[in-house]
């Protein structure tokens, strides 16, 4: 189990999961997600860590929405924190973020797929003490994310998370492949499934990027399968109307359905 503040540990060896919007919209939204997830992960005694970024720093085009503030977007989160007594993970972009994001009682430091070999980043949030989970890049093999995380070991913290987010497979679309997940706990470091990122399908010509929300419980049910530590998925009440990656989102009234579906198959797999 993780340590972190606010986690419950069930003690029944269930996955962990992040779930929360990709970008903070309001408050009034944001708190309403956040509580509606807590209450199902107490119900189906599942950890929980909630997720949102409080700025979207890699977006297709200049006219895309990247949040409402970064401090504003820092205190919602740390309300939530503190409110609802659950941890707290967002992305951070550059070496100053890091420091700005902890300080706001952040849990979980984020570093995107395409920032996960830039140094200074992974030193800088090692630097903080919080737990670092970094995203495995669209062009790296699974194995090469040990160096990602010696990075951060090498300062001083060993609180390193991997999450396989999906790889590349042409210009545009991505695919997972289920070896790297063990590849990945093999180094030594909780191992998570981003859902949701791994049906993007990124580089469209209108720069929106799309995705395949219908195979949500299918990349889910695989990965539980596989015995991944922990799952990641960005959900919203209408993904149609969200902000940044409504085109992969669960519907956030689909994700007890989903629960019911995965639980099953982790308690399956710890008799195996």
Do not use: W
């Not at 999961?17 to 903070?24: F, R, T």
């Not at 924190?81 to 979980?108: F, G, M, Q, W």
């Not at 030594?188 to 990124?202: A, E, K, M, N, R």
């Amino acid at each position: 189990m993780l340590n972190l503040p606010y986690i419950k540990d069930y003690g029944n060896n269930m996955f962990f999961m992040i779930a929360g919007p990709c970008v903070i919209e309001g408050r009034d939204i944001t708190f309403n997600i956040a509580l509606k997830l807590k209450e199902l992960t107490e119900k189906y005694q599942i950890p929980f860590i909630f997720k949102a970024s409080y700025r979207k720093a890699n977006r297709s085009k200049l006219s895309s929405f990247t949040g409402i503030g970064d401090r504003e977007g820092l205190e919602i989160l740390q309300e939530i924190r503190e409110t609802l007594k659950v941890p707290v993970i967002t992305d951070i972009h550059s070496a100053p973020e890091a420091e700005l994001a902890a300080s706001y009682n952040i849990d979980i430091l984020q570093i995107p797929a395409f920032l996960c070999r830039q140094t200074d980043l992974l030193e800088a949030a090692a630097a903080t003490g919080k737990y670092v989970n970094i995203k495995k890049g669209q062009f790296l093999a699974p194995a090469s994310m040990k160096f990602a995380a010696e990075k951060v070991v090498a300062s001083g913290n060993n609180k390193v998370m991997l999450t396989e987010r999906g790889t590349m497979f042409g210009y545009g679309d991505l695919v997972i492949d289920y070896r790297g997940i063990p590849q990945m706990q093999a180094l030594g470091f909780p191992t998570i499934l981003d859902v949701t990122h791994s049906l993007q399908q990124p580089n469209r010509a209108e720069g929106v990027t799309g995705g395949q929300p219908e195979l949500i419980q299918t990349m889910a049910r695989a990965g539980v399968a596989v015995g991944v530590d922990g799952l990641f998925l960005e959900t919203h009440p209408n993904p149609a109307e969200a902000k940044s990656d409504g085109a992969n989102m669960l519907r956030l009234d689909l994700m007890e359905q989903l629960l019911q579906v995965l639980i099953p198959i982790r308690k399956a797999i710890q008799n195996i």
